[in-house]
């Protein structure tokens, strides 16, 4: 059984979407093949053209790939069912992976949705969990938008309406994101995604979403998308507020800094930015997620060294010893993984001396 005691390189999965881009700069490179699916397969030359489109980047897919060490050529699926909580950690204990994470370029807007959580998912959709979410944006066009959270007012029947007249998106509130800023998408909140957008999703680790309003578009089959109106409507919260305008809670570390974005039962998110060489090793109880955003060096080990740059994604299970990050060109990562709430957030903001209400806003139970 071989130790997973260093960080892996996983490989991206990319996606296409009718609401997708062409370039997916400044991330990722095209994928060589474009008529490549999620799994690798060809599609049909009748989806070709528009269809191309890349609209998502699944960082931590299933069918994700591992490009180092002895995990090489499995899947984050494969890796996952047969080493458990030596990949994965020992507070969790589902076969499947903590947390799925993606990047987003959107060129239109996609469907008005919503999430169902766990209980409901587990009566209704036998098999996956419910879906909670954030995001992080990277880049927000000048007209970029984001519908997220009902106005006052609106109730389910009002909704039902404006879904058969085509008018939900006069119902939601609209805001434009700002570029690094941070949103807390629990089940339950009616959202929708404009153009002109490039962000970071971290959530659990499902796909499960309820459309509710898809402006009437065809899919990548040429037929119109199924809708979900009966379970989305089922599951919508009308008083979920919008989690948005977060506190900008970032600190200095000796490597640069460290910002500490949102906190929940399924997953948490830091932002590092790595100025100087950074020391680290691997948390025993839990696998963390690092994605770069931007700048290039090096991940040291005492076997040895790998290079890393922009776009790529490092997993860093549980038993790594000691590694070092040498930036050659400043860089900013982000940093995913399932918390312990109070003592990776709350007491390490306390003691920073941030005000527990202030704590409250970026820490969600």
């Known amino acids: ?112 949705q919503v999430h169902p959580d766990d209980d409901y998912a587990r009566v209704h959709d036998p098999g996956s969990p419910g879906k909670c979410e954030m995001w992080y944006f990277i880049h927000a066009g000048e007209e970029a938008e984001i519908l997220l959270g009902l106005k006052p007012g609106v109730t389910k029947e009002k909704l039902k309406t404006a879904f058969d007249k085509g008018t939900s998106r006069d119902l939601i509130h609209r805001y434009h994101p700002r570029a690094q800023e941070t949103i807390f998408v629990p089940p339950g909140t009616v959202h929708a995604l404009g153009p002109g957008l490039i962000l970071f999703e971290a959530e659990q680790n499902s796909d499960l979403t309820y459309r509710l309003d898809d402006f009437g578009r065809v899919g990548l ?84 060294w790998l290079g890393y740059c922009t776009g790529e994604t490092w997993l860093i299970p549980p038993a790594t010893g000691r590694f070092r990050l040498v930036p050659r060109r400043k860089t900013r990562l982000l940093k995913v993984y399932v918390p312990d709430m109070e003592k990776d957030f709350r007491r390490a903001l306390l003691k920073r001396g941030v005000k527990p209400r202030e704590i409250d806003k970026i820490c969600f139970d």
């Open 1 to 112: 059984m071989p130790k997973l005691d260093c960080p892996f390189q996983l490989a991206p999965v990319f996606k296409p979407k009718i609401w997708g881009r062409s370039s997916l700069e400044p991330l990722f490179a095209r994928p060589e093949n474009k008529g490549a699916s999620s799994s690798g397969a060809t599609r049909p030359k009748s989806q070709a053209g528009k269809n191309d489109l890349i609209g998502e980047v699944w960082i931590t897919d299933d069918h994700s790939r591992f490009m180092n060490g002895p995990l090489t050529d499995l899947s984050l699926s494969e890796a996952s069912q047969k080493y458990g909580p030596e990949l994965n950690g020992y507070r969790w204990s589902d076969p499947r992976f903590p947390i799925l994470a993606k990047y987003i370029f959107t060129s239109d807007w996609l469907s008005v």
């Open 221 to 304: 089959d040429g037929k119109p998308r199924p809708l979900h109106w009966k379970k989305g409507l089922e599951v919508t919260r009308v008083e979920v507020p919008a989690h948005r305008d977060l506190p900008h809670l970032e600190f200095r570390e000796p490597f640069g800094s460290r910002r500490y974005m949102v906190a929940g039962r399924h997953f948490a998110a830091e932002e590092l930015t790595v100025k100087k060489t950074a020391t680290w090793t691997g948390s025993p109880e839990r696998v963390e997620v690092f994605s770069i955003l931007e700048g290039d060096g090096r991940v040291e080990t005492g076997a040895g």
